[in-house]
């Protein structure tokens, strides 16, 4: 009796999402010094020095805590240095839609070659996602792909406990050079946790605390200055001072919140109405008067920037004029309102 084998009905093939490409090495061009380690051999030596990056930022919008590439780029940098490794990236792949009115979302996959001392190299692609209601939904998409680009091939700890951190249901009683090199390891780790990573500037803003054991710098107080402005020009000034000098975005907010309050003040006092007390307890609640456009417009503007100060807008004002098609010092309250009540959403309106 003879048994043939039927063909198999030809499937067609099941559509797939775009695949990354495997990684990919490229040998040292000839003539690398004797001894010098490949790039392998640079990247567990970046692994065994580089420190933990913890879970400190918070995103206030959404109330979620999230590790922020400066600090893991502030992590990897003296390690990457020590032993000889960089990093080029070039975009394999990118995509952009728009979603709803204003809504940008961007698809990338970032291609990621890292050199070592000989000069070989390892590529490896990274997908990165990221959506934004102005222009930086490519910048956030890069900066996401590279963070777990070097979170998972530097395998950077999340925690203090994640170094060194040993079998504990079954552990073993280290070697005595083992026992030796991880207290090495750790010398050099307290070291560099004595110094200052994220500022470069010899003295710290009035926006930052001093490093311990620094002596307290003389510091400009600019939104004391800005309270004493007299003028819209002696404001931009103060602000211009307070940008070269580093400021951060919800630093900025508040000089321009205060400016936003003291135009709605002028603008009171030009139409005849008082300014309002400082302290409402001084005085039963009276029947408020209708506020002037003006007045409205001030208003709004405080609210707009404080917005966008918890949601880390620092283009705030290049988006609403691109946006509206005017400065925020000249719309109205309605539009300032809307901006706003966008920003709060998420950017949907």
Not at 330 to 336: D, H, I, M, S
Request: glycine share 6%.
């Amino acid at each position: 009796m003879t048994v043939t084998a039927l063909p198999l009905p030809h499937l067609p093939a099941v559509p797939t999402a775009a695949a990354v490409a495997a990684p990919i090495y490229q040998p040292a061009p000839v003539g690398p010094a004797e001894g010098t380690p490949n790039v392998f051999g640079a990247i567990a030596a970046v692994m065994r020095d580089v420190m933990p990056v913890a879970k400190d930022k918070e995103n206030t919008q959404q109330r979620y805590k999230f590790r922020g590439i400066d600090d893991v780029m502030s992590a990897m940098a003296g390690p990457l240095r020590a032993h000889g490794v960089f990093i080029l990236p070039t975009i394999a792949a990118h995509h952009t839609e728009r979603r709803g009115e204003k809504m940008t979302h961007v698809t990338i996959t970032m291609r990621y070659h890292v050199y070592g001392p000989a000069g070989d190299c390892l590529t490896a692609e990274v997908p990165g996602e990221a959506s934004d209601f102005a222009d930086k939904a490519t910048n956030k998409a890069q900066s996401a792909a590279l963070k777990y680009l070097l979170f998972t091939l530097f395998m950077i700890p999340v925690d203090g406990r994640s170094v060194d951190d040993g079998d504990r249901d079954h552990p073993v009683e280290p070697t005595p050079e083992h026992r030796a090199e991880r207290q090495q390891r750790q010398q050099q780790r307290g070291q560099r946790q004595q110094q200052p990573r994220r500022s470069n500037r010899a003295e710290p803003g009035p926006w930052e605390q001093p490093q311990q054991g620094q002596q307290q710098p003389q510091r400009t107080d600019y939104l004391a200055h800005a309270e004493r402005a007299n003028s819209p020009e002696q404001f931009d000034k103060i602000r211009a001072a307070a940008v070269q000098a580093g400021a951060p975005a919800d630093y900025l907010a508040q000089l321009d919140a205060v400016a936003a309050r003291k135009r709605g003040a002028a603008h009171g006092q030009q139409q005849g109405q008082p300014q309002a007390p400082k302290r409402a307890e001084q005085a039963p609640p009276q029947p408020s008067a209708p506020k002037s456009p003006e007045a409205a417009a001030a208003e709004a503007e405080n609210a707009l920037r404080l917005a966008a100060s918890r949601a880390n807008l620092p283009t705030l004002d290049a988006d609403f004029e691109r946006v509206h098609g005017l400065p925020i010092a000249q719309a109205g309250a309605q539009q300032l309102d809307a901006f706003r009540a966008m920003i709060e959403n998420g950017g949907a309106r």
